[in-house]
T-cell receptor
Framework: AQSVAQPEDQVNVAEGNPLTVKCTYS??????LFWYVQYPNRGLQFLLK??????LVKGSYGFEAEFNKSQTSFHLKKPSALVSDSALYFC????????????FGAGTQVVVTP | KAGVTQTPRYLIKTRGQQVTLSCSPI?????VSWYQQTPGQGLQFLFE???????NKGNFPGRFSGRQFSNSRSEMNVSTLELGDSALYLC????????????FGPGTRLTVL
């Protein structure tokens, strides 16, 4: 069975500081990994994904994520956080024996203070 | 391209009633998935339809059902509503490729009184 964990319910960061949102996964075979962001009363917006190739993936709004196979992690990062980055972030995995089915993490609330 | 659209955006029902939610995927997308989002349970997968067939199913009771039409539009139905069914219901569409991204609609906020 595939699973994804986001160990932090909330991440607090000051504007201008680096932002990291953690994600670890468990899946047999090669995983497809995704990050989404959700603003209040909105659907999820796609940020970036890892399918294969370069372990560092660049996405929308200055976000990037690093795939680490040995640590089964896919942490989301942004070098300099903005107040407007305050939102709910979801990591998702697709793969293993559940092709077609996305498994989402519980979500991490990011709060960026001015 | 137009994004995923969901109707209605807001819905208020009473216990015991039934409700039908609609989702129109991005043009060319043949896979439609439905999710329930609540503060306590997070984002939970309901089911996925592909070419009018249910391809995957989550762990929800039979009161939750869905279907997909030949134009890929999808509907989900919840019968005999319970208070716990109050949630944001999200629809997402993607192409046939498993490497492809799911794109989400804005959701339907269902309140059961």
């Amino acid at each position: 069975a595939q699973s994804v964990a986001q160990p932090e319910d909330q991440v607090n960061v000051a504007e201008g500081n680096p932002l990291t949102v953690k994600c670890t996964y468990s899946v047999s075979g090669n995983p497809y990994l995704f990050w989404y962001v959700q603003y209040p009363n909105r659907g999820l917006q796609f940020l970036l994904k890892y399918i294969t190739g370069d372990n560092l993936v660049k996405g929308s709004y200055g976000f990037e994520a690093e795939f680490n196979k040995s640590q089964t992690s896919f942490h989301l990062k942004k070098p300099s956080a903005l107040v407007s980055d305050s939102a709910l972030y979801f990591c998702a995995v697709r793969g293993g024996h559940s092709w077609g089915k996305f498994q989402f993490g519980a979500g991490t609330q990011v709060v960026v203070t001015p | 391209k137009a994004g995923v659209t969901q109707t209605p955006r807001y819905l208020i029902k009473t216990r015991g009633q039934q409700v039908t939610l609609s989702c129109s995927p991005i043009s060319g997308h043949r896979s439609v998935s439905w999710y329930q989002q609540t503060p306590g349970q997070g984002l939970q997968f309901l089911f996925e339809y592909f070419s009018e067939t249910q391809r995957n199913k989550g762990n929800f009771p039979g009161r939750f059902s869905g279907r997909q039409f030949s134009n890929s539009r999808s509907e989900m139905n919840v019968s005999t509503l319970e208070l716990g069914d109050s949630a944001l219901y999200l629809c997402a569409s993607s192409t046939t490729d498993d490497t492809d991204t799911q794109y989400f609609g804005p959701g339907t906020r269902l309140t059961v009184l």
